[in-house]
């Protein structure tokens, strides 16, 4: 084996952005008097013990671990990783001290610390991460498994504190891959003898938070834990978190949320929305804006169905969008504008040729659509064609997928396409249907709008892969299966040399182009506001979620 260092320097991206306004500070109060220990509560107001940060989030997961970025940012708290992402793109040491790979290039060797235990006191040794490694393959996570399948063969306990992964096919960005929260580990011994719901609402980690409480529809409170001593390289201290509890509230309204920052009830909020920003650093407050590389807000076309079965047509509705316009309107210069559907700026390996391929033209959008038999006109204005007018379904997850900056950014775009022709009928749904999977068949919808965080340009095989598991991938919101992208995608996946892995990226994304497959919309970006009282607050550099265990309340 060659020794690999642990530390890959990649080139640098825009992760984060802190900003604290000049501005007078406003002084706020935080909740709970001071307490000998921590002691669990029935509710978000009973009382709390000292030193509680009240954070208020805009959306309750179904677990506190999983394959969406909205569980992500929980786990994270709770469920340490081998590696973690520093500020500068470099994969840093967390469980695992250092990592080796091969010469060629098919075994990665993870080297762990030895001093780790989960909160059960099961030691994170190496079993358990090889327990953790099937866990996913076996689909215990979704998105490791879409992640790893096809690349991990089988992992294996060398001795007490040496991992090897054994991969069929080269995997260069494995271990910035393993940054992301998805791939937090959990006690072996919890996944073995608690239930599925057990390890939902309260998985055992070993992380500087537990689990103590769980009130559904309201919040969940996240205690420290005493004797965590090992935080990763990327941490502003090492030791136990500062604070010893996080009441991590759920808030689906943002004017609630962003009221109750004000009034001092909360400590921190996420998701601020874009006309709240320059108002809330001229008023004192701390801001963090996290722009997430990978898929950005974008749409997608169902190639199965008519009208979008005919290129020219979809090509024809991204050209009637000033897409542009629409998001520097709604998102007051916080929102950037994207158009690279398959991926975002701030994702290594990002084509602007692709992102530049569908500008404004409604001149050509209405020379495609008559070429493509939509000649005639209704009395409204919509396109016909032998009688049936041009309308499409576009559904979108409201209060998950799209926020209320989301939902007004759509609308625009709805009102740009029918001036063209199109008949466009929006079908907002809650986000209890969409975690019952609502709108994800074939014959359900025509556009769909969504994002996929992902720390590179792997993303792209992830959604534009044919098969998981032995199934089409669900992941493919076009239903586009193809032999020539996927190949093309994989090959980019195993290649080594860092330049020509992001040119084949950037082939990858402008034959989506091409086939008018996705277009960008705006950056799914991570938004944070907290009150001045709160210090050490930042925000994890794979996903942006965030990060706790250097937080602390002073006045």
């Known amino acids: 084996m060659t020794d690999s260092p642990p ?26 008097g001071h307490h000998a220990s921590v002691t669990s509560t029935s509710s978000a107001d009973a009382a709390a ?13 179904p677990c506190v671990h999983g394959g969406w970025i909205e569980q992500g940012y929980l786990s994270h708290q709770v469920l340490d990783a081998l590696v973690s992402l520093g500020d500068d ?14 010469d060629d290039d098919l075994t990665w060797t993870f080297h762990l ?34 992640w790893l399948e096809g690349y991990v063969q089988d992992a294996t306990a060398v001795d007490d504190h040496t991992v090897e992964i054994a991969l069929a096919d080269p995997y260069p960005l494995l271990a910035e891959n393993l940054t992301q929260p998805y791939f937090g580990i959990q006690s072996p011994t919890a996944l073995a003898t608690r239930s599925a719901e057990e390890n939902c609402s309260a998985p055992i980690g070993s992380g500087p938070f537990t689990v103590t409480e769980w009130n ?52 921190a909020i996420y998701d601020v929305q874009a006309f709240e920003w320059t108002k809330l650093q001229d008023e004192g407050y701390e801001t963090h804006l996290y722009n997430t590389p990978g898929r950005p807000q974008q749409i997608s076309f169902n190639t199965t169905r008519a009208p979008f079965d005919d290129r020219r ?8 969008l000033d897409r542009e316009a629409v998001v520097e309107s709604v998102g007051k210069g916080v929102i950037p504008y994207e158009g690279n559907g398959p991926v975002g700026k701030a994702t290594d390996g990002y084509s602007q040729t692709a992102a530049d391929r569908y500008s404004f033209d409604p001149d050509e959008a209405n020379r495609l659509l008559d070429e493509a038999g939509w000649t005639q006109r209704a009395t409204d204005g919509t396109r016909l064609k032998d009688g049936e007018r041009l309308d499409v379904e576009f559904p979108y997850a409201g209060g998950r997928t799209i926020n209320q900056d989301g939902a007004a950014i759509i609308q625009g775009l709805q009102q740009q396409a029918e001036a063209i022709g199109f008949e466009v009928t929006l079908i907002p749904f809650p986000p209890s249907e969409a ?54 995608i994989r090959t980019a996946n195993s290649t080594t040399d860092p330049d020509a892995q992001n040119a084949l990226y950037r082939q990858a994304q402008e034959f989506i182009a091409d086939e008018a497959l996705s277009i960008g919309v705006y950056d799914r970006l991570s938004t944070l506001a907290a009150s001045p009282r709160l210090h050490g607050l930042r925000q994890e550099n794979s996903q942006g979620g965030p990060v706790f265990h250097d937080a602390y309340l002073e006045d």
């Open 113 to 146: 610390r030895e001093e780790p235990t989960f909160s059960d006191g099961t030691p994170v040794d190496a079993q358990a991460i090889v327990d953790n490694i099937d866990y996913w393959l076996e689909g215990g996570n979704s998105t490791a498994r879409v």
């Open 7 to 32: 530390h890959r320097l990649r080139s640098h991206r825009p992760y984060a952005l802190a900003v604290t306004a000049a501005a007078s500070v406003l002084a706020l109060t935080a909740c709970g």
């Open 216 to 267: 559904r529809g309201t919040n969940i409170l996240l205690d420290r834990r005493d004797d965590y001593d090992w935080a990763p390289a990327t941490a502003a201290s090492q030791g136990p978190a500062r604070a010893q509890r996080i009441d991590w509230r759920f808030l689906a309204d943002p004017t609630a949320r962003t009221a109750a920052l004000r009034a001092g009830e909360l400590d």
């Open 89 to 102: 793109g470099t994969v840093e040491p967390w469980l695992a001290t250092d990592w080796d790979v091969s």
């Open 313 to 320: 047509v979809r090509q024809a509705f991204a050209l009637s």
């Open 435 to 488: 975690a019952a999977g609502a709108y994800t068949g074939q014959d359900e919808y025509d556009l769909s709008i969504g994002y996929w965080t992902s720390i590179n340009a792997g993303i792209l095989h992830v959604i534009w892969q044919q098969e998981v598991g032995g199934e089409p991938n669900a992941s493919n919101s076009a239903f586009f299966f193809d032999d020539d992208l996927e190949d093309l």
């Open 49 to 61: 013990p000292a030193e509680v940060i009240t954070y208020g989030h805009q959306q309750e997961p």
